[in-house]
C-alpha cells in the first residue's frame, strides 16, 4: 500500500512539475527564421484571404532588413494547436466576425503571457467583434492608442505621423491601438488603414506603388520592433 502511495505521489509530483514549465516556458524568437503565421478563427469571418500579402511582406524583409526569414510562403496556425507556442508573430485579419470560445481565449492569453505578439489588422469588418473578443483575453482592461512617438514608428523607418493611410474605408484617420502585458506591447491592432492589404498582390487592390511601399514600411517597423523587443 505505502509503495502504490509513493508511485502516485511521484507521479502527481511529477505532472505538476511539467505543467508548470510548459505555463512558464517562453516563445524564443531567435529559436528559428522568421516568419508571418496568420491566425485561424470561428465566427464566419476569412481569416485565409489574401494570402499573397505575407509572402510579399517577407520577401521585402529578404531585400531591404537583416532579419533571418524562412521561406516566402503562406503559413497558418489553429489557436488549438501547440504549433501556436513556436511563433513569436502571429497576424490575424479579415472582413467579418470572429469568435473565440472559452479555451481560446485562455490559450491566446498564455501565448501572450510567454511572449507571443499578436498583429491584429482591420480588413474592413471585424473591428468590433476583434474589439469584444480581445476584452475576454484582457478583462477591465481597454486597448490604448499609441502615441507617435512610440518606437514602433520609427523602429527601422520613420512614420512622424503615425500609421500611413493605405485604404480609405470610412475616410477615418489611421489609428494603433495596443494591449500591454508587464510593460510590453503584445498586441497592436491597426484600424482605417489595412497595412496587410497594401501587401498583397497590386491586382488584389489596384495600390498605387507609394502606397504599397508605405504598407510594406511600416510592416518591416511591425516587425523589427517585435524582434528586438
Known amino acids: 500500500m505505502m509503495k502504490k502511495l509513493i508511485i502516485l505521489l511521484?507521479?502527481?509530483l511529477?505532472?505538476?512539475?511539467?505543467?508548470?514549465?510548459s505555463q512558464n516556458e517562453g516563445i524564443n524568437k531567435l529559436s528559428s527564421s522568421f516568419k508571418i503565421v496568420r491566425l485561424k478563427y470561428s465566427g464566419g469571418g476569412d481569416w485565409y484571404n489574401d494570402p499573397s500579402a505575407e509572402v510579399n511582406?517577407?520577401?521585402?524583409?529578404?531585400?531591404?532588413?537583416?532579419?533571418?526569414?524562412?521561406e516566402s510562403k503562406f503559413y497558418s496556425v489553429?489557436?488549438?494547436s501547440d504549433d501556436i507556442f513556436n511563433f513569436p508573430f502571429i497576424l490575424i485579419?479579415?472582413?467579418?466576425?470572429?469568435?473565440?470560445?472559452?479555451?481560446?481565449?485562455?490559450r491566446l492569453r498564455t501565448y501572450l503571457e510567454r511572449g507571443g505578439f499578436l498583429y491584429a489588422d482591420d480588413d474592413y469588418g471585424m473591428d468590433k467583434s476583434f474589439r469584444k473578443e480581445m476584452e475576454k483575453i484582457f478583462p477591465g482592461e481597454q486597448m490604448q492608442e499609441l502615441p507617435f512617438?512610440?518606437?514602433?514608428?520609427?523602429?527601422?523607418?520613420n512614420f512622424p505621423n503615425g500609421l500611413p493611410k493605405i485604404h480609405e474605408h470610412d475616410g477615418k484617420p489611421?489609428?494603433?491601438?495596443?494591449?500591454?502585458?508587464?510593460?510590453?506591447?503584445?498586441?497592436?491592432?491597426?484600424?482605417?488603414?489595412?497595412v496587410s492589404d497594401g501587401?498583397?498582390?497590386?491586382?488584389?487592390?489596384?495600390?498605387?506603388?507609394?502606397k504599397r511601399e508605405e504598407a510594406f514600411k511600416m510592416g518591416t517597423n511591425i516587425i523589427v520592433y517585435v524582434l528586438n523587443n
Open 14 to 21: 511529477s505532472s505538476d512539475s511539467l505543467n508548470l514549465f
Open 149 to 157: 512617438n512610440h518606437k514602433i514608428y520609427s523602429s527601422q523607418y
Open 93 to 106: 485579419t479579415g472582413h467579418g466576425n470572429i469568435t473565440f470560445s472559452d479555451s481560446e481565449v485562455k
Open 57 to 70: 511582406m517577407m520577401d521585402y524583409l529578404k531585400k531591404n532588413t537583416t532579419v533571418d526569414v524562412d
Open 174 to 194: 489611421p489609428q494603433g491601438f495596443g494591449y500591454h502585458l508587464n510593460g510590453r506591447l503584445c498586441v497592436y491592432y491597426t484600424y482605417e488603414t489595412n
Open 199 to 210: 501587401w498583397a498582390e497590386p491586382r488584389e487592390h489596384e495600390d498605387p506603388p507609394e
Open 10 to 12: 511521484l507521479f502527481l
Open 78 to 80: 489553429d489557436i488549438s
